[in-house]
């Protein structure tokens, strides 16, 4: 009997799915998607137009008899969208400073090292604020999740010189953020000895013991979300902060508490503020904050509450 065209077809195309001793099934099958067409893993956000991160995918369930197959690398942050803005505002004090008292006297004899350590009086800089007594110096800033990255941020960010010191007995600057992948160089002015224990929890534990005048360099392996307490064991007064991000859109605020973050993705993005002696000033997955394509957002604040100032 003569196969019917049809029959023929199906014939044909059974056999190229299955090859030499294979079978018909398109599990394995490799879609390559035409690069004009724009896939966004939020289908919503798609028809809105805005650009998204993917989230990481599920792995898959492991058949019946089988093994779990490999894990998925992480998707690349996306290096596009519908523009990029800068992200400028002010942290400020909202109500009345609370007095902190010094952690270290001047002259205090005894103190560790009271020669270095106690030629001045070491201010508690858990809660500072610039001339005004409102703009909060020391806050952090930055949008855990973009919805974009621009490589010209990352690049500027990797490579600016980040160096984080001790001087008479204090870690110079209090608060720092850094990028994932970016060198800093933890050094000691101090003729004593002190330890730089960083809190991480994605990085692991790190602990430096530095002597006088030495240095040494750090590398994050990963971003860690949120700040890191560091501490030196030796002078336990000391303490600074780290926020490490596997993105570059982060500040930390300046004697006023002014912030700018420049090439951020625009639209609307969660942004994050976190202040030591308040801990979150916004929910910790961040607040809503809309960035104009090629602006400056305007009169942007975001207000510490005194009245929830806790220092011990």
């Known amino acids: 009997m003569k196969p019917t065209p049809r029959l023929a077809c199906l014939f044909v195309g059974s056999l190229m799915l299955s090859g030499c001793g294979g079978t018909s099934s398109l599990d394995n099958a490799v879609v390559v998607p035409d690069p004009t067409v724009n896939i966004s893993a939020n289908p919503a956000a798609a028809a809105l137009g805005t650009s998204t991160a993917a989230a990481p995918a599920e792995a898959a369930a492991p058949a019946a008899g089988g ?11 996306p ?10 505002g002010k942290v400020v004090l909202e109500g009345a400073k ?3 008292k010094f952690l270290v006297n001047k002259g205090d004899a005894g103190v560790k090292d009271a020669a270095v350590c106690a030629t ?12 005004d007594g409102k703009g909060v110096k020391y806050a952090l800033v930055y949008i855990p999740k973009p919805t974009a ?8 960010t990797k490579t600016a010189k980040v160096v984080f010191d ?6 110079v600057p209090h608060v720092i953020g850094f990028m994932k992948g970016q060198t800093i160089d933890i050094v000691s002015s101090d003729p004593v000895g002190h330890n730089v224990n960083a809190k991480m929890r994605a990085n692991g534990a790190s602990n430096n013991l530095l002597g006088p005048g030495q240095k040494t360099t ?18 336990p007064w000391m303490k600074a902060y780290w926020l490490i991000l596997d993105n570059p859109y982060f500040a930390v605020t300046d004697e006023n508490g002014n912030f700018e973050i420049k090439n951020a993705p625009a639209g609307t993005q969660k942004v ?16 809503d904050v809309t960035i104009p394509k090629d602006g400056v957002t305007e009169n942007l604040e975001f207000k510490v509450d005194a009245a929830k100032v806790k220092v011990n």
Do not use: M, Y
């Open 79 to 88: 290096t596009t969208s519908d523009g990029f803005g800068t992200l400028k």
């Open 218 to 235: 750090f590398t994050p392996k990963a971003g860690e979300g949120r700040p890191s307490e560091v501490t030196c064991d030796i002078h």
């Open 120 to 131: 001045s009086d070491v201010p508690n800089e858990a809660l500072l604020t610039g001339a």
């Open 149 to 156: 990255v621009n490589p010209a941020a990352i690049e500027a």
């Open 67 to 77: 093994t779990a197959p490999a894990a998925a690398p992480a998707a690349a942050a």
């Open 272 to 287: 994050v503020v976190w202040q030591e002696a308040v801990q979150f000033v916004t929910p910790p997955s961040g607040s």
């Open 166 to 171: 001790q001087k008479n007995c204090v870690f």
């Open 98 to 100: 609370p007095t902190l």
